[in-house]
């Protein structure tokens, strides 16, 4: 169809004389501006245009098929936006002209479902040339150009940036799902259509109306029972991965991120580049499925969006010339680079930095929340410095992280005692400081940790006992925070329920109207209640850490 | 013998000049000990200039010494990177070394150009103990044509409060001596504090002769303003999280560091105020709030 056309519009060239020759230039300038402004309408055009293939597929009319061919077909002619595009422009201005008059005279007498394929494509392109020629008259327009199929309009600019809430706290919205779902249906490969696609993970439980912008899934309902098999869509080990984030079986910001590159290291490995494809665009659409994946088992935390983010960036920062082990081993390389110094060196760096600015000295009585990798091995270090220091362990329902951490310091020969969170302030008077592990640190110096700790962090102030908080950067992030309920993560409310001497009051819970269980997973602890935060990079006040972001960013 | 010859200059140069701050004379006597230095290698530079900045310390123990020493140290390996000569590198050196004095003696009259238009018509200004960049501040004001009042604390073990109502009098400025206990009886009347410093450290928070907490608290709990006056050269490397997290060698003068037997018995002569108890930090690199204070230290020694 498109050679036919330029067959055609070539001949035109020939015979239209010099009379062409200034709306061919006028063709060319346009030619430029037609790359960005004009990509950016065809692509939106493009998805809309899938959008109502997908809702029309059932009922097959013919005319929309022709309505949508011509458009479809002019789209790819104009997208590469390199010089073919110049090239491709002018020809297809004269060739308004001549066919047009025939389109026209068959408008005339035919009906509008009588015209051939041919005519609705040359309507079409003669309308969307004088429509951009006037624009282009115009100045002061914005690229924006009504299309016939669906008008809209312009957006000056003038009208402010509406600025979108991210999708993952808009559970309440339907359309928001509705979205969602059909993201889910389109990440998958060509090849495979409806069967084997990345199901949505339905919500489980009456919500609490507060957080009822949350997702809430059930421990019970994983989402690999949906996935058929063998799920060709989704690396096994992706699956794995993601049935041990909603079971809990890897848990802990570290542990995460790691357990995460690793898995992506073994898809690096077991991927091979298909024919005409690059790389370093292809794998990054092979990873959006896992992410989506992965998001569905259980919300992405802080670190690995950032582990993430580093990812893709390499991948895509691979040069075209480079074969495909070479870039594979280099791929391989930067992850484990990153977890090393990122991860590993970091904790060194800081349990390093912790002990010889004498942060924890002889006589100290340490207080510590829940099982933060980090801050155990903190602990671990200075006791094999021989620092005589003595631990509480502070633990709350219904994770009982701390008598994960119990083990480990007991194990090392450091003297502990356990509490439940409701003895906090009966055992803060025998504290002299406070260390707490972080899952990130927001821009505007907010700590968001396990639920609890900014109770702790709390009832130390009230106290006066210093509270320190131990974070690596790279669990710094760009968000900003000021409250617990706009951003959080809703566990399994049956986790709740405890079962005591054969009895378990909660049971039938879901079928009593007006009771809700809440099992919230994160909270944010302000910086006027942190006096300190240990990062590989020194001590820092809560406050700097907008200049550690500013640091980091301009490094990269 | 060496050792001798860096501390004798050091106490002549504060004996020469005794406005000029402890921090700028020990600066001073690292400068001629590059300048007399006869190593060899960067390296061995490096490690003379931190035995002589110990030695240093150990003559006056105070915060602003080891501060400056340090800083004189930074300063010294960026210049190192830059050049593979010794000698050349020696001489820009001695170049930068004195560039870096003569900006830092114009610091104080920075300071007491931004300062000055704190203090109103009429304010009545508490302060504590002998510093003398309040003092510079307030010779400012005076000469702004001001009146204003200062209630000066005797900050005793050495009563250097007598000595800076003295220099105040001089200056025609109605100044009137309390006791340090009197600190919570005399606010009321206050309109603002301003106070020095001998270290400003990480967090925002100050090191200062000892009472400086006391009147933080007590300005804090009655609403009053409580300023910090200092120099860039003052900002140190520390982070204490509270009184005893100060390091000891700070704590007691250098005498009694060496010859006291016990020192829980001695008496500390300086003491930490938290950021939180701080309204502004006036300094040569300009105004600043406490939360900014980490910023700027970032920036001068990353």
């Not at chain 1, 081993?329 to 090393?340: G, P």
């Not at chain 1, 972080?438 to 396990?450: C, D, F, I, P």
Request: proline letters at 5%; hydrophobic letters at 35%.
């Amino acid at each position: 169809m498109i050679n036919n056309l330029f067959l055609s519009s070539s001949v035109a060239c020939v015979t239209d004389g010099p009379g062409r020759k200034d709306e061919i230039e006028r063709a060319k300038s346009e030619g430029k501006d037609l790359t960005k402004e004009e990509k950016q309408r065809l692509r939106k055009e493009k998805k809309q245009q899938k959008k109502s293939k997908e809702k029309k597929d059932d009922k097959a009319s013919q005319e929309n098929e022709k309505e949508k061919k011509p458009v479809t077909s002019a789209a790819p002619a104009s997208q590469p936006p390199t010089k073919p595009t110049m090239q491709k422009a002018p020809s297809a201005v004269p060739a308004t002209a001549p066919v047009s008059v025939p389109a026209s005279e068959a408008s005339g007498p035919a009906d509008k479902p009588a015209k051939t394929k041919a005519e609705l494509k040359a309507e079409r392109r003669a309308r969307q040339e004088a429509e951009r020629a006037s624009k282009q008259n115009k100045k002061g327009e914005t690229g924006q150009q009504a299309t016939t199929s669906k008008p809209k309009a312009p957006p000056s600019d003038l009208q402010p940036v509406v600025k979108r809430l991210p999708e993952h706290i808009q559970v309440d919205n339907p359309d928001v799902l509705k979205k969602l779902a059909k993201k889910l249906e389109r990440q998958q490969t060509p090849e495979h259509y409806a069967a084997k696609k990345i199901p949505l993970r339905l919500d489980y439980g009456y919500k609490v109306s507060l957080f009822s912008h949350l997702h809430q899934y059930s421990r019970k309902a994983p989402l690999t029972q949906q996935l058929s098999i063998p799920s060709t869509v989704i690396h096994p080990a992706i699956v794995r991965l993601g049935l041990q984030y909603s079971h809990g079986i890897v848990a802990g910001s570290n542990a995460r991120s790691v357990a995460l590159l690793h898995a992506f290291k073994q898809v690096i490995r077991d991927y091979t580049t298909p024919p005409n494809e690059e790389l370093s665009r292809d794998l990054v659409n092979k990873l959006k499925p896992y992410i989506s994946f992965l998001n569905q088992c259980r919300p992405l935390s802080a670190s690995m969006g950032n582990a993430i983010k580093y990812i893709k960036k390499e991948i895509s920062n691979i040069p075209s010339n480079c074969k495909e082990e070479e870039a594979k081993s280099k791929l391989l390389n930067d992850i484990e680079s990153y977890i090393n110094e990122k991860i590993i060196l970091a904790g060194v760096a800081i349990a390093k930095c912790a002990i010889e600015k004498q942060k924890i000295s002889d006589g100290d009585v340490i207080l510590v929340y829940g099982c933060s990798s980090l801050v155990n091995h903190i602990l671990c270090e200075a006791f094999e410095k021989s620092r005589k220091f003595r631990v509480i362990v502070v633990d709350s329902r219904p994770r009982l992280e701390g008598k994960e951490a119990l083990r480990r310091l007991v194990q090392k020969g450091i003297s502990c005692t356990y509490v439940l969170i409701s003895a906090v302030s009966y055992i803060l008077p025998e504290v002299s400081k406070v260390f707490l592990g972080a899952h990130a640190l927001l821009a505007n110096g907010y700590v968001m940790s396990r639920v609890g700790t900014s109770q702790i962090a709390l009832v130390a102030k009230a106290f006066n006992v210093p509270v320190l908080v131990c974070c690596e950067t790279y669990k710094f992030c760009d968000r900003v925070q000021t409250d617990s309920f706009v951003s959080n993560e809703l566990d399994d409310p049956d986790d709740l329920i405890v079962t005591r001497k054969g009895t378990t009051p909660l049971e039938g819970w879901q079928n009593e109207s007006s009771l809700g269980l809440l099992n919230l997973v994160y909270d944010v602890t302000p910086p006027d209640f942190v006096d300190l935060v240990i990062t590989e990079l020194g001590m820092i006040p809560c406050t700097s850490v907008p200049v550690v972001l500013r640091v980091k960013n301009v490094d990269q | 013998g060496y050792n001798m010859k860096l501390v004798e200059y050091f106490r002549d140069q504060m004996r020469k000049d005794p406005d000029m701050a402890s921090a700028v004379a020990a600066i001073r006597t690292l400068l001629e000990f590059l300048k007399r230095d006869k190593g060899e290698t960067i390296l061995g530079l490096r490690e003379s200039l931190t035995s002589a900045t110990d030695c240093l310390t150990g003559v006056d123990s105070s915060v602003a010494v080891s501060s400056g020493g340090e800083l004189f140290l930074r300063f010294i390996s960026l210049t190192s990177l830059e050049h593979q000569d010794l000698s050349r590198c020696k001489k820009v050196m001695e170049e930068r070394g004195e560039l870096f004095l003569e900006k830092i003696s114009m610091s104080r009259t920075k300071v007491a150009k931004l300062c000055h238009t704190f203090i109103k018509d009429g304010a009545k200004i508490l302060t504590h103990s002998y510093s003398r960049v309040v003092l510079r501040v307030l010779e400012k004001a005076a000469a702004e044509k001001k009146r204003f009042s200062v209630y000066v604390t005797e900050s005793q073990p050495d009563a250097a409060g007598q000595h800076m109502a003295e220099a105040l009098r001089k200056l025609n400025v109605p100044v009137t001596v309390v006791l340090d206990a009197a600190v919570g009886y005399v606010l009321e009347k206050v309109d603002l504090v301003i106070v020095g410093a001998e270290g400003v450290v990480e967090s925002g928070g100050i090191i200062n002769k000892i009472g400086t907490y006391q009147m933080a608290l007590c300005s804090k709990a009655h609403n009053k303003p409580f300023y910090v006056v200092a120099e860039s050269f003052k900002f140190v490397r520390l982070y204490p999280l509270n009184q005893q997290d100060v390091p000891e060698k700070f704590k007691y003068k250098a005498d009694t560091l060496k010859t006291a037997k016990n020192l829980s018995e001695e008496h500390p002569i300086i003491d930490y105020t938290p950021p939180s108890l701080i309204t502004l930090l006036f300094t040569d690199l300009g105004v600043l709030t406490p939360s900014a204070v980490s910023d700027e230290l970032i920036k001068l020694y990353l």
